[in-house]
């Protein structure tokens, strides 16, 4: 263990490389996430780095965001098996080529990434932190399970030095696929409580009149949109009619959603306003927040609109469960019948008083735990423990201290 005298000065700058499929201006949950919480660490003066694919029209070398170098070296096929092995070898290249340049590694995604970053541990010589982005059905750890030697990359991913879990249910998942609890830790993804706030919306008078019931993220199957679809002829035969469902984001699922929702005469109350840069005015003129998705991890979509103080309505899976984990802070629908999310999305609809103190609650939850600042704090703690080597520590240094329990890092 390293010795009280030997640790990093709290005030040292910190050189961190993120590994990340795609990144910025690529937008999923993983990819937001990473940027928010890389360009927060830039701002304290701390050296970040990012590998990740190469893609078409952007630059190669040296791309400066907002003080977060990206390099986009990365090549792999992008289709059938070999895309794997490929992009494994392009992240191993890279950081080769990056040596001596970060002190600790973070990928934002836990299959691929974390086979890359665990062959590469060793020669390196740095602590690597594997974050799984989801659970369920799209995440990781499912995926490993239904991917050809599977056993192979397990124990490459099982040789990275700890394991970080946004959700209790990722958490579950990679404990099952033998991460001990010793380098597992619970974090959170945080959210910009400046930028997304209660408040007057700039965008109101655009938007169509009547109550609004509002999603934003990727129209992908994983967010499970058709139940919001199907449930609208009942809000609205119980709205009076004027009930509008606006699904924000961009994804392959718009032209199937939009030809559903013309099949069901729904196109007036049903918008489809495509992706939006900045979605934090379009929150705060929403009356109700919904996420009805199969699978998450921690949803920055979710986080959002609980910073901006609006009633949520979530799918009781993931880490929705663990944001709106009492019925004070949000709504969880453990149903995936139209039926249950209609009744779900009129009854908030109906009792102002009930979205006026659900949203207030759920802004005041994130301030205390899922700020960004917060939230970077952490990380910035655990990745200087890590470089210290205090955490995690290993079962070899636990038999030569006399089993003695160390600290883990504050969460």
């Not at 509008?244 to 069901?264: D, M, P, Q, Y």
């Amino acid at each position: 263990m390293t010795n009280a005298s030997d640790r990093l000065p709290c005030d040292q700058r910190l050189r961190v490389c993120y590994v990340v499929s795609y990144f910025h201006p690529f937008a999923s949950g993983a990819e937001r996430q990473a940027l928010a919480q890389g360009v927060e660490l830039a701002r304290r003066g701390h050296e970040v780095h990012v590998v990740t694919h190469a893609v078409a029209g952007y630059p190669v070398d040296d791309e400066v965001v907002d003080g977060v170098e990206i390099h986009r070296w990365v090549r792999s096929l992008q289709v059938g098996p070999l895309f794997g092995l490929s992009f494994v070898w392009g992240v191993i290249q890279a950081l080769r080529r990056l040596r001596g340049r970060f002190d600790v590694i973070h990928t934002h995604q836990g299959l691929w990434e974390a086979v890359a970053v665990g062959l590469s541990r060793a020669s390196l010589g740095v602590p690597t932190l594997i974050q799984p982005a989801s659970s369920g059905r799209f995440g990781e750890a499912q995926e490993l399970a239904r991917t050809r030697g599977r056993g192979l990359l397990r124990r490459a991913i099982l040789r990275n030095t700890a394991f970080a879990a946004i959700s209790e249910e990722i958490e579950r998942e990679w404990h099952a696929l033998g991460v001990p609890s010793g380098r597992m830790i619970r974090l959170a993804s945080g959210v910009d409580t400046d930028r997304f706030r209660p408040g007057p919306s700039a965008v109101e008078t655009s938007l169509p009149t009547g109550p609004r019931v509002v999603f934003t993220g990727r129209l992908h199957p994983q967010k499970n949109l058709d139940v919001l679809i199907d449930a609208w002829p009942r809000v609205l035969s119980r709205q009076g009619q004027s009930a509008h469902l606006i699904l924000i984001g961009r994804g392959g699922e718009r032209e199937r959603l939009e030809a559903r929702v013309r099949a069901l005469d729904l196109a007036e109350y049903v918008h489809f306003p495509g992706p939006i840069d900045d979605p934090a005015e379009h929150l705060r003129a929403a009356d109700v927040f919904v996420l009805p998705s199969v699978a998450e991890g921690m949803s920055n979509s979710l986080l959002e609109a609980m910073a901006s103080g609006l009633p949520c309505l979530a799918s009781s899976i993931g880490g929705n469960s663990d944001l709106l984990s009492t019925r004070d802070v949000g709504r969880l629908v453990d149903s995936v019948a139209p039926e249950a999310w209609a009744d779900a999305i009129v009854e908030l609809l109906e009792d102002v008083e009930a979205r006026r103190s659900l949203g207030a609650a759920a802004r005041r939850r994130v301030e205390a735990e899922f700020s960004l600042h917060a939230v970077v704090d952490r990380y910035e703690r655990l990745y200087r423990d890590m470089i210290d080597g205090v955490w995690p520590v290993h079962h070899a240094t636990a038999q030569a201290s006399g089993g003695r329990k160390t600290d883990r890092p504050a969460t």
